[in-house]
């Protein structure tokens, strides 16, 4: 009986599904396997970039279910599974449950929820027996109700920071200045309630990092987030332009926040903060790889190094190799804004516009099309019209170029307001 070996990559964050390709071509050149796409909602683009798509349900309760229902799948079409790559934070424990089950490179589906549940992460760092000397646990509560989360807020002294309990991309995070502003955050997070709400200290006066892993190879990335009631990512720079003693404290951070969950996984995206105390703390363990294109920034910031083709060996064969890739430059994405909320009506060609600031280009793509409804409010990751990247060996110059280039775009950027006309005087 012949059989075909597979790898299962199960659910894609958001816009992700161009990654998916990458990870195609990767199962088929090393080791001639085809790979089959998990997803929740089969979307237009799937079957595009994967061998094969099948829709399972992703939710905790239903893991035991899809478990059954994907393996009846891979055992009646004869195929053989050499590899499980969770790619969504919602993939990750029936990722873990499918890798268990045939006895793959993984985690336990306990080490998944500690990853996807952000209060079961907070109660196994609050309860850890050590941890690095710099490293300062966040306070954080699960919040069950409007007057709890408006007692909390005032205990906490007025500011603190509410988000999803199992989100990623941004979803539903955001910063309260005032208890005032507690019944109209307990609205906004109402679609995400079921999952549990996770009320959090406010860090205030940080720098914001992320931990990337891939295989035991580590770096740490530069984070900008937006200002405002919402935070948002809107730029990243690998690797981050740290002094020693700072990139010791991040990269200790980032593995404590690792090995309070699992040390058996393949690829981490853990946030952390750098305080103006010189201190770090735990934004969030993520177990899967960075978006916003983290991964392809780090194989053209470092010599001779592919993220991608180390997930697909560690999915098969297990490989890990503990080592911090060698940077050869910086690279950097920075997201584009809407400057103003209505109906894209234009936008500028960016090849055109980097060529006249005599800026070299690595990637550009728009994310809105001529026609969509954009928002100047940036609430999460999908808020944004599109992106740039660039590389450059100085990191001033990186830095100077994505601000220019990206406030030139937006600058030209035609918006048709949807704002009702203003009544005529008589």
């Known amino acids: 009986m012949n059989t075909t070996s597979c790898v299962v990559v199960v659910g894609y964050n958001g816009n992700r599904v161009h990654d998916i390709h990458k990870l195609r071509d990767l199962c088929k050149s090393l080791y001639n396997a085809r790979l089959i796409l998990l997803v929740e909602q089969i979307q237009p683009c799937d079957d595009q970039v994967a061998d094969h798509v099948c829709s399972t349900s992703l939710a905790e309760k239903d893991v035991a279910a899809s478990l059954e229902l994907v393996v009846s799948c891979l055992t009646a079409d004869r195929w053989k599974l050499i590899g499980v790559l969770p790619f969504s934070d919602r993939g990750v424990l029936l990722g873990a449950a499918l890798a268990s089950h045939f006895g793959l490179p993984g985690i336990t589906r306990a080490e998944a929820r500690a990853g996807l549940d952000k209060q079961i992460f907070r109660h196994l760092e609050a309860t850890a027996a050590t941890s690095p000397e710099d490293y300062r646990p966040v306070f954080s509560a699960r919040i069950e109700s409007l007057p709890e989360l408006r007692q909390r807020v005032v205990e906490l002294g007025g500011k603190a920071f509410i988000k999803p309990a199992c989100e990623g991309a941004s979803r539903g995070c955001r910063v309260i200045q005032h208890p005032s502003e507690c019944d109209e955050a307990w609205q906004a997070l109402k679609p995400y309630r079921e999952g549990g709400i996770v009320l959090e200290e406010l860090i205030q006066n940080a720098r914001e990092y992320s931990w990337d892993c891939v295989g035991g190879s580590t770096w740490v990335t530069e984070k900008t987030t937006t200002e405002g009631a919402y935070r948002a990512e809107i730029q990243q720079v690998v690797p981050a332009p740290l002094a020693a003693d700072m990139q010791a404290r991040l990269m200790a951070a980032g593995r404590h926040m690792a090995d309070l969950v699992s040390e058996d996984n393949g690829a981490w995206h ?148 949807l704002a009702p006309p203003a009544m005529a005087m008589g």
């Open 270 to 417: 853990n946030e952390v903060f750098h305080r103006a105390d010189q201190l770090t703390s735990a934004v969030e363990t993520n177990m899967r790889p960075g978006g916003m294109h983290i991964w392809d920034l780090a194989r053209r910031a470092f010599v001779n190094f592919n993220p991608w083709e180390r997930w697909v060996r560690w999915a098969v064969e297990g490989q890990v190799e503990h080592h911090e890739p060698v940077p050869r430059g910086y690279c950097g994405i920075r997201l584009l804004r809407a400057p103003a909320g209505g109906i894209l009506r234009s936008i500028p060609d960016i090849e055109a516009m980097a060529r006249a600031l005599n800026i070299d280009l690595v990637d550009a793509q728009y994310a809105k099309r001529i026609g969509d409804s954009v928002s100047a409010l940036v609430t999460d990751n999908f808020s944004f019209i599109g992106h740039i990247v660039l590389f450059n060996e100085h990191y001033g110059q990186l830095s100077n170029d994505l601000l220019r280039l990206a406030e030139a775009i937006e600058s030209g950027i035609g918006i048709t307001s």
